[in-house]
C-alpha cells in the first residue's frame, strides 16, 4: 500500500496531466483507491472525502481525440484506530504516551500517533488514567506513658508527630502522616472525714485511720480508658467508747458495766441483750452464771457507730478462806475458826474439825459462811483443846445449788 503523501503526489500529477493533456477521442477511465478519513482528495475540480467518497470528473478535451474525458472516482477512506488507555496507577508515578507524561496532575488525554495504525492512518489513544492514593492521614490517641510502634518507629508523648512509608510488594508505597496524641491520666482528690473505724479499699489498698493518706493508678478507669490518679487525704472523728476490760469472775461475781465514752449518743444497743434494768447498763450490775460476752453499738449524731465488746469467763473455783491459825484466847474474831467465802457461796452444808489421828472434835452442818460466831471455838467436851494441828473438812453450796468441798489444816496455839 502506498503512503498518503505519495498518493497525494501522485493524484496532483494526474490532475496536472489530465488538465494538460486533451484526447483525439472522448474515453472513460476509473479510478479507485484507499486512503485516511483525515485526508481530502482534489481530483479536477472536486474534492473527495469520507463525506463524498465516489463521483465522476469530466475534463473537456481530456482525451487524445479531443473529446471529454470522464473519470468515474470510487474512493475508500480508513476511520483512525481508536485505542483507550485505562490504567491504574500509583499518585506519585508517571506513564508517558506519545511523548506525553501522564500523572497524578494530568491524568485524562487524548493523544494522535501519526500513521501509527497498521494500515498507515493515524492512531488515537484515550488516556484515562486512575490514581491510586498513597497519602493517608494517621492520627491515634495513646495514654501517657504508653508507646506505639508504626512502621517500626515508636511514638510516644515526646515524639508524637512523623512520616512513615509502608512498602507493600508490587502494589503503591503507602505515606502515613502520624501525629499522636497523648492524653494526660485526669488526677482527682479524695477527701473525706470518716468514723473511727471507717476505711476505703482502692486498687486493693486499705486506707484507715492507721493508713490516711496516699495515690492510687486506677488501671483504665478513665473515661478515655486512660489510667486515673487519685490523691488519698482521709480524716475521721475523733469519737470513742469504752465498756470495760475482758474479766474472769468467780462463780458468784457481780460486775458493774458503766460505759464510758466520747461521743454524742443518739442510742445503745447491746447484743446480746444485756441483763440489767436499763437499756444503757449504766445503775444496774449484772451476776453472770456462765461465760459471756456484750457487746455495745453506739450510734453518734453524726451516723458513726462504734462498738467495744467485754468477754467475761467464769471460774467455778469460789474463793474460800480459812485462818491458819488461831487462838481460843484471843479477841472476836480472832479467837474461832471459821470459814470466809466470795458471794457466790451462800451454804456451808457441813463443816467438821478432827485432830490429826482423826477424832471428830467439830461438826456443824448449814452453817452461815463469813460468820465467826458459827466457828469452831476450840472447845471439845467443854474443854479447851491443846496446841496442836487440826484438820478441817467442808462442803459447801453455791447460790445455783451446786456444791464443792474444800479441805485444809490449821494450828491451834495459845
Not at 63 to 87: R, W, Y
Not at 131 to 143: A, S, T
Request: with cysteine; hydrophobic share 40%; glycine share 8%.
Amino acid at each position: 500500500m502506498m503512503s498518503n503523501h505519495f498518493k497525494q503526489t501522485l493524484l496532483g500529477s494526474i490532475f496536472l496531466l489530465v488538465s494538460a493533456l486533451s484526447f483525439a477521442q472522448s474515453g472513460h477511465s476509473f479510478l479507485r483507491d484507499t486512503f485516511c478519513a483525515n485526508q481530502s482528495i482534489f481530483i479536477g475540480n472536486q474534492i473527495f472525502s469520507p463525506a463524498n467518497p465516489t463521483g465522476t470528473v469530466t475534463i473537456p478535451g481530456g482525451a487524445f481525440n479531443g473529446a471529454d474525458s470522464v473519470i468515474h472516482v470510487e474512493l475508500t477512506f480508513n476511520q483512525p484506530v481508536v485505542l483507550n488507555l485505562n490504567a491504574s496507577i500509583c499518585a506519585n508515578d508517571t506513564i508517558w504516551v506519545n511523548g506525553t507524561p501522564y500523572h497524578a496532575n494530568f491524568f485524562i488525554g487524548q493523544e494522535i500517533v501519526q500513521e501509527g495504525a497498521a494500515n498507515g492512518c493515524d492512531s488515537i489513544i484515550n488516556v484515562y488514567l486512575t490514581i491510586r492514593p498513597i497519602y493517608f492521614d494517621y492520627e491515634v490517641n495513646i495514654c501517657e506513658g504508653e508507646t506505639v510502634f508504626i512502621n517500626g518507629t515508636a511514638y510516644d508523648a515526646f515524639n508524637t508527630t512523623g512520616t512513615e512509608i509502608i512498602s507493600s510488594n508490587g502494589a503503591c508505597d503507602s505515606i502515613l502522616n502520624v501525629k499522636i496524641n497523648a492524653i494526660t491520666p485526669p488526677f482527682s482528690n479524695l477527701r473525706d472525714t470518716l468514723c473511727p473505724d471507717g476505711f476505703y479499699t482502692i486498687n486493693g489498698t486499705r486506707y484507715d485511720s492507721n493508713n490516711r493518706n496516699g495515690y492510687e493508678i486506677l488501671p483504665n478507669a478513665a473515661s478515655s480508658g486512660c489510667d486515673s490518679i487519685v490523691a488519698i487525704d482521709l480524716e475521721f472523728r475523733s469519737l470513742w467508747l469504752y465498756i470495760g476490760e475482758d474479766r474472769e469472775m468467780i462463780f458468784g461475781d457481780t460486775i458493774c458495766i458503766t460505759p464510758q465514752y466520747r461521743l454524742s449518743p443518739t442510742s445503745f444497743v447491746w447484743l446480746p441483750t444485756a441483763p440489767c434494768a436499763d437499756s444503757a447498763c449504766i445503775d444496774n450490775c449484772i451476776r453472770p452464771t456462765e461465760a459471756a460476752m456484750f457487746t455495745l453499738l453506739a450510734t453518734d449524731i453524726s451516723g458513726c457507730v462504734l462498738k467495744d465488746e467485754i468477754k467475761l469467763s467464769i471460774s467455778k473455783k469460789n474463793r474460800v478462806y480459812a485462818p491458819n491459825v488461831f487462838n481460843p484466847d484471843a479477841n472476836e474474831p480472832n479467837n474461832r475458826f471459821f470459814l470466809s467465802c466470795d458471794r457466790g457461796v451462800v451454804n456451808i452444808k457441813r463443816l467438821f474439825i478432827a485432830n490429826r489421828w482423826g477424832e471428830l472434835l467439830y461438826d456443824q452442818t448449814d452453817v452461815l459462811p463469813n460468820s465467826p460466831d458459827a466457828g469452831w471455838n476450840g472447845y471439845y467436851r467443854g474443854k479447851v483443846m491443846h496446841p496442836d494441828t487440826y484438820i478441817y473438812w467442808a462442803e459447801l453450796e453455791r447460790f445455783d445449788g451446786s456444791t464443792f468441798v474444800e479441805r485444809g489444816g490449821f494450828s491451834l496455839v495459845r
